[in-house]
T-cell receptor
Framework: QQQVKQSPQSLIVQKGGIPIINCAYE??????FPWYQQFPGKGPALLIA?????SEKKEGRFTISFNKSAKQFSLHIMDSQPGDSATYFC????????????FGQGTTLQVKP | GAVVSQHPSRVICKSGTSVKIECRSL??????MFWYRQFPKQSLMLMAT?????????EQGVEKDKFLINHASLTLSTLTVTSAHPEDSSFYIC????????????FGDGTRLSIL
């Protein structure tokens, strides 16, 4: 019940495409859902996060869609660029700040020029 | 600028050596710090939660005598891998949080530990 399932494992898109990464969770007590971007040899960096009372959140080219009834959320990257090539992790937590983060399995994204 | 400083960034040492990794919060006092481990091409797995002034809370399956955590101040937590063996080789990452509402966790850049 603590798991967060992420798909796909890897994704290749052309520059300008819109990659979509999906995550599903079981624990309805989760109330904070961040997405992280990680480059090789670096720690993850927070991209965008959402709480369950909102169905969509947009920050720049990154959009989270949240479906509370289905217990699913997804990341959309608009107008993807080669610099977006990285590994993306969704996560879930019961508390935004002090709660433990449960990470998805990760998605390796490659954006071809 | 960086919010979290993790040191060293890379360690290579012989089997049986103990290795200490430091995690410093640069921008705020972190009442809580988390330690994660990440194997190649895998996700981050939480090892333990470090609370300033009290004993760390370890996740199931993580040996507390193997991975010693000290959170002696509000800006510094250390992870010591005792008597490290090749299977301990991994990427260790810390995160910090100010413990206030609406403040996300900030991650360090990790420490690549390689045990020969």
């Amino acid at each position: 019940q603590q798991q967060v399932k992420q798909s796909p494992q890897s994704l290749i898109v052309q520059k300008g495409g819109i990659p979509i990464i999906n995550c599903a969770y079981e624990n309805t007590a989760f109330d904070y859902f961040p997405w992280y971007q990680q480059f090789p040899g670096k720690g993850p960096a927070l991209l965008i996060a959402i709480r369950p009372d909102v169905s969509e959140k947009k920050e720049g080219r990154f959009t989270i869609s949240f479906n509370k009834s289905a217990k699913q959320f997804s990341l959309h990257i608009m107008d993807s660029q080669p610099g977006d090539s990285a590994t993306y992790f969704c996560a879930a937590s019961r508390e935004e700040n002090t709660g433990k983060l449960i990470f998805g399995q990760g998605t390796t994204l490659q954006v071809k020029p | 600028g960086a919010v979290v400083s993790q040191h060293p960034s890379r360690v290579i040492c012989k089997s049986g050596t103990s290795v200490k990794i430091e995690c410093r919060s640069l921008d705020f006092q972190a009442t809580t710090m988390f330690w994660y481990r990440q194997f190649p091409k895998q996700s981050l797995m939480l090892m333990a939660t470090s609370n300033e002034g009290s004993k760390a809370t370890y996740e199931q399956g993580v040996e507390k005598d193997k991975f010693l955590i000290n959170h002696a101040s509000l800006t510094l937590s250390t992870l010591t891998v005792t008597s490290a063996h090749p299977e301990d080789s991994s990427f260790y990452i810390c995160s910090v949080t100010p413990g206030q509402s609406n403040q996300p966790q900030h991650f360090g850049d990790g420490t690549r530990l390689s045990i020969l």
